[in-house]
Nanobody, 118 residues
Framework: QVQLVESGGGLVQAGGSLRLSCAASGSIFSINVMGWYRQAPGKQRELVAGVTSGGSTKYLDSVKGRFTISRDFAKNTVYLQMSSLEPEDTGVYYC????????????WGQGTQVTVSP
């Protein structure tokens, strides 16, 4: 049984910072990509940032320069450092892990709320 445990969400004023963490536990091997998605009320879920097993990263255009994704391979943990937060960053942030060789997998965390007040 694989679990993704997220932490770090909360309420912050515009211009502030938050750090999200997501730890994958259980029988999980051959992780390819760890990432963060978010979903704002009335909007579709979108990729915020992702990092591959090789260390390559990808960011949503609107968060480039403000958010930084990092990964601890030994702990199967991914982090999202969010700075200069804007009200438009408000939403539920979901951790996502994709991997597998013969049998691919795609796991989601339960989500953590991030609210940025003006």
């Amino acid at each position: 049984q694989v679990q993704l445990v997220e932490s770090g969400g909360g309420l912050v004023q515009a211009g502030g910072s938050l750090r999200l963490s997501c730890a994958a536990s259980g029988s999980i091997f051959s992780i390819n990509v760890m990432g963060w998605y978010r979903q704002a009320p009335g909007k579709q879920r979108e990729l915020v940032a992702g990092v591959t097993s090789g260390g390559s990263t990808k960011y949503l255009d609107s968060v480039k320069g403000r958010f930084t994704i990092s990964r601890d391979f030994a702990k199967n943990t991914v982090y999202l450092q969010m700075s200069s937060l804007e009200p438009e960053d408000t939403g539920v942030y979901y951790c996502n892990v994709v991997g597998g060789t013969i049998v691919p997998y795609n796991y989601w965390g339960q989500g953590t709320q991030v609210t940025v007040s003006p």
